[in-house]
Every structure is written in C-alpha cells, then in structure tokens.
C-alpha cells in the first residue's frame, strides 16, 4: 500500500484530481480556494527549497511575496502596463532584489541568517506601509487586472484563472523536481548537512546558495503576482511576518526538505482552517502547538513521517526474508533509500 | 536645545526597556545557543498579567508586577522542558521554528483571552514633574530607575551568587559546567525562568506609556535580536550597551529624521553590522 504513496505517484495523483476538479464541481467558492492554495503552494515551494534544501531558514519571504505582488500592481495600475509585461517584469525585479539580499545576507549562517531576515521581511513591510506616494499605503492597491487572454483564451472566469494558476504551479512542480534530482540538488543537500564539508569536497557553496536563494525568492514573487492577479486588491499586511508563519506552518506539516510535502501541508492547513471558519482569527491556537510538536515528533511533517513508516516496514521485511546473517545488505539498502529520498 | 535633551531621555526610557527584553534574550542564547523568538510573546503576556492582576483582581501595581514575572517566569520554564529541552540535539533550524511555534500559540492565546483590542494600563505614576525644566512624567523616570535597578541586581546575581555563576560557568561551557558538577538541566530552567521575569518587568514598566495588545512583543523581540547582535550574542553588558544604542538612535532619529520610518533605523543598523560583520560584532571565536 505505502509503496503507492511515493513521491511521483502523490505527484501524478494530484496532478489528474486537480485537472478533473473544477469540473466535479460547481461550487465557485471551492475553486477561490483551491486557486488560492495553489498560489500557497508556489510560495511555500520556494521556502522549501531555500529552508529544506540548503538549510537555510529565511523569514524574509513573505516580504518577496509582497514584491512580487506589489510589483505586478503598481506595474499595472499605476504604469498602465499591459498585464503579462507587468508580470515579467516584477518576477525580474523580486529575482534582482533577491541578488542583490542574496549576496549580503548569506554571508551569515544559521541563527544570523534567519535573524537578519526576519527583520530584513519587517524592512520590506514597513517600506510598503509607508511609501504611500508609491504603494498607496495602509489603503491598498485597488483595480489590478486579471490576466490578458491569448487569443480565445481569456482569465475572467475563476474557473479558467484556476487553471493559469495550476500551470504554474506545474512549471514550479517540474523545476523543483529537476532540480532536486540534478547534480545542483544534491549539492544544495550537501551544504545543508554540512556546510564545512561540502566546500572541502569542492562545492562552491556561496554560488549554489545564492542560485538557491535567487530561486525561491523567484518562486515567492511568482506566488506574489499570481495572488495579486487573483484577489486583485493587496494591501500592506500581505508583507507581515504573519504570512511567513502560515506559510511556515504549510511547509512543517507538509514536510520540510520534501518534494511532495508542500502540496500536502497546502492543502490540509488551507482546508483545515476553511473548516475552522468562525475560529480563524484563533486558529493558531491548534497550529502553534502543532508546529511544535511536529518539530520534536515528526521534524519531516506528515511526508517524512509517512516515508520513515514505510522505510522501518521495508527494512523489517527484508529482514524476515534475509534472516539474520545478512544485515549488512540491509543496512545498505537503508542507505540507498536514504539517498534516494534526500 | 530642550528638544534634544527631552529626546535623549526618551532615548533613555526606551533604551531600558529594550535593555532588560535584550538581557533576557541575550542570558538564554548564552546558555543554549537558540535565538527565542517567543521571548516577544513572554514580554506580551508579562504585560497582559500585570493588566489583568490590576483590573480584575484590584491588585497593586507592584504586586501585580510581582504576579507577572512569577507567571511568565515558569511560562518560560514550561518551554525549556517541553520543547527547547527535546530539542536539544537537533538541527538549529528545528529549535527557531518551535520556537515560532509558541510565539504563534501564545499570541492566539492573548487575542482569545484579552481580545486584539489595544488596552491601556491604569498606572499610579501618571504624574508630570518638572526637573532642571524638563517635563517628565514620574513612569518615565521609574522605568530608567527601575531598569537600572534591575541590571545591579542581575549583575550582583550572576557575579557574587553561587547560583548566578553556574548560569555563568554553563554559559561558558556546557560540558564543562557538566563535569564539575553543575545541573545544567537546573541551571537551562533558571535561566529561562530569568530571562522570562524580566520579560514580564519590562513590559509592566513600558506597557503605561505604551499600549497592551496581542502584537506588542513583535517590534520589540526583533529590535532585542538587533541588539544582542551589536553587542554580541551572549554578552551581558553588550545587551546593556546595545539597549541604549538602539534607544537613543530611535529616539533621535524620529525626531530629526522622520517619525514614520523610526522603527526601520534599527533594522538598517543591524543591516549594515551584518554586511559589514556576518558573525555579528564582539562574536567570540571563529568557525
């Protein structure tokens, strides 16, 4: 059964139950939220490969979301763009804003890193709050556009911005994918388990990091764009530290330094909180302590948690059948999952 | 003239309560190596406590001040044994994200409480004075006289107290401190029970001149970080010293060179320290 649920299963699965999705149903509010979820997911993606990859913590991403989003709107509202220029042009300034932090803050490591971003993201939202000759400030971006069609296709149903937003979500999916399975990935990999020995190996760390980095503020920026076209008004308040939580928060459920992690903590949270309607303001009050606890239980959310089950199920199996002479085969099959997972 | 000297007793008033949130970041990174981003959430609660001592219970403010830092002291304890102390072993990256955890639940928790509305607390020392000119009100010249109260004992405490120099040893040297028969597991509560108490002392102290709400502890744990970096991540006076830089430059600079931007002068000065200084300044040896 467990052996279903690998990672390019839970991938194609989700892949055919979101295409088929908006036509199950005709619930207009069910598709609002999935899209948005979607738009999450992108986000959250980015963090995971910066965060689960290389290790490194950044609290600033939320402010890179911001960029995009605020990007795209002032772009488009107060430039008078038309809409995909717009869009090109703020994921380039989110990539080159990314440089450009990239190159200063990753000279510091583990708690400095995470510190410096922290209020590094508070930067970018005071900045947003209070440049209001710019980004209209505490009253918001109002009017954005949704996409330009190509040809007969048109955005202005939510049904067909749905699947704009699962395109690109796809194009992320397909990235990180390569990425992780590439020689890049196994480097980011190498850097987060020891960084030291990565570069004695001969690993550029500070290239990869930075590529790293420059990546996932792009996926953060994209996320940014697409919700600033989806929801069409953004304010300040999407740049808060509250919004790195949540994300946070989807990406430690998921899984943190697994591909399919963020689709699945996404979902579950994002559901679990529509549930929770009337208590939403509050909802931390279960998610706190269950980013907590899942930290010291299940450090890999519920991806990782699923896939040590399987592994210890695989690994007694294959003790019953070797017997007890051979546990040197069976600690090197352990080994080659745990490569293979990475 | 009087604009500058006012200013810089602001600058003194804020100083001391960024000193005494710093000093409690600062003792806990000094004695387990994890940036607490909960410890904004313990100053929020400390404030929440003295408020509600005062006005549900008709508790004086002392007392109720007292109630708060015994509170928020074992909340702290509460962390080190269920999280941080399970968490020991971990990955660094693991230690923040619980500790985010908590800031996240304890924030939930004041909203579900108190409500987000902004509270202000009833304070006995209300009263305008006037010294060589200067307008003060007497609870800006009790949190300077309190903060700096306080720190003597803190430093008396860690100094000539037995106790306090286990917190000292162990913040020197875990395995050390272990060997010669320290309790570190004893002292990691202490500390956090420490670092907690003060917390709660300078929300109390500030929360009259401020405001209480569930957010109060977000600005000021991110300006604590800046300052426990300038001075050195687990230096005691540095924190000291770094409140006061903080303090001063905030206050100067939103007088002269803009009020709406004054809480991003610490974030750029922590900006440029760690362009300039990636392990942060004073950091003690090299990796």
């Not at chain 1, 606890?293 to 959310?301: A, D, Q, S």
Request: net charge positive.
């Amino acid at each position: 059964m467990s052996a279903v649920l690998n990672k390019r299963n839970i991938i194609i699965l989700f892949v055919l139950v979101s295409l088929v999705f908006p036509l199950i149903t005709t619930n207009t509010y069910l598709i609002h939220v999935m899209t948005l979820a979607f738009i999450w997911m992108i986000g959250v993606y980015g963090l995971n490969l910066l965060a689960g990859y290389t290790g490194y913590l950044s609290l600033a991403h939320a402010g890179f979301f911001a960029i995009g989003a605020y990007g795209l709107g002032i772009l488009t509202v107060k430039a008078h763009m038309s809409f995909w220029l717009a869009f090109v042009l703020s994921l380039l300034i989110t990539g080159l804003l990314g440089l450009i932090v990239g190159l200063i803050a990753l000279r510091s490591k583990e708690h400095f890193f995470a510190i410096y971003t922290l209020c590094l993201g508070y930067i970018i939202y005071l900045v947003i709050d209070k440049w209001e000759s710019l980004t209209e400030g505490v009253r918001g971006l109002i009017g954005i556009p949704a996409p330009q069609g190509f040809g007969p296709i048109k955005f202005e149903t939510e049904k067909s911005h749905y699947y704009l937003v699962l395109f690109f979500l796809l194009l992320v999916i397909l990235v990180m994918y390569r990425i992780v399975h590439s020689l890049s990935g196994r480097s980011f990999i190498a850097i987060r388990n020891s960084e030291d020995l990565a570069l004695t190996i001969g690993i550029s760390t500070a290239r990869n990091k930075l590529t790293v980095f420059v990546l996932s503020t792009l996926f953060a920026g994209l996320s940014g764009a697409l919700y600033a076209s989806f929801v069409r008004f953004i304010g300040p308040d999407i740049g808060n530290t509250a919004v790195i939580f949540d994300m946070l928060t989807y990406l430690i459920v998921g899984g943190i330094g697994t591909l399919t992690g963020p689709l699945i903590g996404t979902l579950l949270v994002i559901w679990l909180s529509q549930l929770l309607q009337d208590f939403q303001q509050y909802r931390m009050l279960i998610f706190g302590p269950l980013l907590t606890l899942l930290v010291i239980f299940y450090p890999r959310g519920i991806v990782g948690g699923v896939t040590d089950i399987y592994r210890k199920r695989m690994a007694k199996k294959e003790k019953q059948l070797a017997g007890k002479k051979d546990s040197y085969i069976q600690s090197d099959l352990g080994a080659k999952n745990q490569v293979k997972e990475g | 003239m009087d604009i500058l000297i006012q200013q810089l007793f602001n600058g003194l008033t804020i100083g001391s309560v960024y000193a005494l949130v710093a000093l409690g970041l600062t003792l806990v990174y000094g004695i387990l190596h994890i940036p607490n981003f909960a410890h904004g959430a313990l100053y929020m609660m400390g404030g929440y406590i003295t408020l509600t001592m005062m006005t549900k219970f008709g508790l004086h403010y002392w007392i109720a001040i007292f109630v708060s830092i015994i509170v928020v002291g074992f909340i702290g304890v509460l962390m080190e044994r269920l999280v941080f102390h399970p968490l020991r072993e971990s990955p660094p990256i693991q230690d923040k994200i619980a500790a985010i955890g908590i800031l996240l639940f304890l924030e939930a928790f004041a909203q579900y409480t108190w409500g987000a509305e902004y509270q202000s607390m009833p304070s006995p020392y209300g009263q305008v004075v006037e010294v060589f000119g200067l307008t003060l009100t007497m609870q800006r010249i009790l949190i300077v006289v309190a903060a700096v109260i306080v720190m003597i004992l803190l430093n008396l405490f860690l100094r000539k107290t037995y106790t306090g120099s286990t917190i000292i040893a162990m913040s020197q040297n875990r395995e050390g401190a272990n060997l010669v028969g320290i309790n570190t597991t004893r002292v990691a509560m202490l500390t956090f029970m420490i670092s907690g108490g003060l917390a709660a002392i300078a929300a109390s102290i500030s929360a009259p001149i401020n405001l209480v709400f569930p957010g109060m502890g977000q600005l000021v744990i991110l300006k604590a970080f800046v300052i426990i970096i300038l001075g050195g991540m687990g230096s005691i006076p540095g924190a000291i010293v770094g409140g006061y830089i903080i303090g001063f430059s905030e206050s100067l600079g939103a007088t002269y060179i803009s009020n709406d931007y004054k809480d991003i002068i610490a974030f750029f000065i922590l900006v440029i320290i760690l362009t300039v200084k990636p392990t942060g300044l004073f950091s003690k040896g090299g990796h």
